[in-house]
């Protein structure tokens, strides 16, 4: 595997960024409040796309101060998340109440002017589960993050790939995820609602050559990229790129060899490469800056997420 090279932006940029908290917080307002970076990045910048923060960023927070947060910092949209943990809506919670909970989340973002960038779900039901009653479960669960969807006008919905079971083969795995999978795209199509699967370590898609097998098996499937799945395995950027000729969406944190999640100046991804494949292999979609409690025993870095959320935006807005 080539070497870990630190090139997400130049030295200069790092140090520009690189605030103390006591400078960050005094300069915090000013920066939500000047949208020239903002202006001059969508009228010609490298970055031409909206930019969005995970609202589960947030998730010792409610939902409204979330959504002021990603306000505040100077986001185009918020990527909503419902997780059994780390998310203040929750499977449970949403259950039979999707449009409820959609229509005050659409409130909330009409009111501050952000974007539903994503519908991301999760459950502890897996959609590939051996079981038929759990797949039940998984399937009536997606029914309700189309509902939520559809109610904050999101254009798609991000879901896990699910895992191999133990008694499943590699392939026995793949093709059930792929029915599972057609099964949610019609039920998505219908609605005008597309759907993308998020590859991840840990799941039966945890490097490229298995994902390009899924989606021969499902060619209308669309992925959700996350880097630093595959950069913490050593998994080269330019081996990666040809996927964004199948993605919808991208979530984007630092990462480095070993360690899923790291702070902005810790980072050896190569971003300022995947800027450029984005527009080589035709990336128009969102950019979801995505900070999450990762602790170290899980393989990630505890961040302060809201400072890391405004450095990558403030990287991704500023000239290359």
């Known amino acids: 595997m080539a070497s870990a090279q630190p090139v997400i932006c130049s030295t200069s940029r790092v140090a520009r960024l690189a605030l103390s908290n006591d400078q960050f917080f005094s300069e915090k307002s000013q920066f939500a409040d000047s949208h020239g970076l903002k202006t001059d990045r969508r009228q010609g910048g490298a970055v031409p796309r909206p930019i969005a923060c995970s609202s589960f960023s947030f998730s010792g927070v409610s939902y409204s101060t979330a959504l002021d947060i990603i306000h505040d910092l100077g986001f185009d949209g918020v990527g909503l998340g419902v997780f059994p943990q ?6 449970e919670l949403i259950r039979g109440k999707a449009r409820y909970w959609g229509a ?3 409130t909330g973002l009409r009111q ?7 519908v991301f779900g999760a459950s502890e039901m897996k959609i590939n589960d051996p079981d038929a009653e759990r797949r039940r479960s998984a399937r009536q669960f997606f029914d309700d993050l189309i509902e939520l969807a559809e109610s904050v006008d999101a254009d798609g919905i991000t879901i896990l790939p699910g895992v191999e079971h133990p008694g499943q083969s590699q392939v026995s ?7 599972e999978l057609e099964f949610r795209l019609d039920r998505a199509r219908a609605r005008g609602l597309r759907v993308s699967i998020e590859p991840h370590v840990g799941s039966h898609l ?10 021969d098996l499902v060619p209308e499937l669309e992925l959700t990229l996350d880097y630093a799945h595959f950069h913490v395995q050593g998994i080269p950027e330019p081996d990666i790129h040809h996927l964004l000729a199948r993605a919808r969406h991208f979530h984007c944190r630092g990462a480095r060899r070993d360690t899923i999640q790291t702070d902005f100046r810790s980072n050896t991804i190569d971003f300022d490469g995947i800027l450029v494949a984005m527009e080589e292999h035709g990336y128009s979609g ?4 995505e900070y999450v409690y990762w602790p170290v025993e899980l393989g990630g870095e505890v961040c302060d997420n809201l400072r890391e959320a405004r450095h990558f935006l ?7």
């Not at 780390?86 to 499977?91: A, D, F, V």
């Not at 501050?112 to 994503?118: E, F, I, S, Y």
């Not at 795995?173 to 029915?179: D, G, I």
């Open 86 to 91: 780390l998310s203040t809506l929750t499977p």
């Open 104 to 106: 005050a989340l659409a």
């Open 112 to 118: 501050r002017g952000l974007a539903a960038a994503d």
């Open 173 to 179: 795995a793949l093709e059930l995820t792929a029915r």
């Open 206 to 215: 945890d490097t490229p050559e298995k994902v390009l097998t899924l989606l």
């Open 286 to 289: 969102w950019i979801e800056v």
């Open 314 to 320: 403030e990287y991704l807005r500023s000239e290359p």
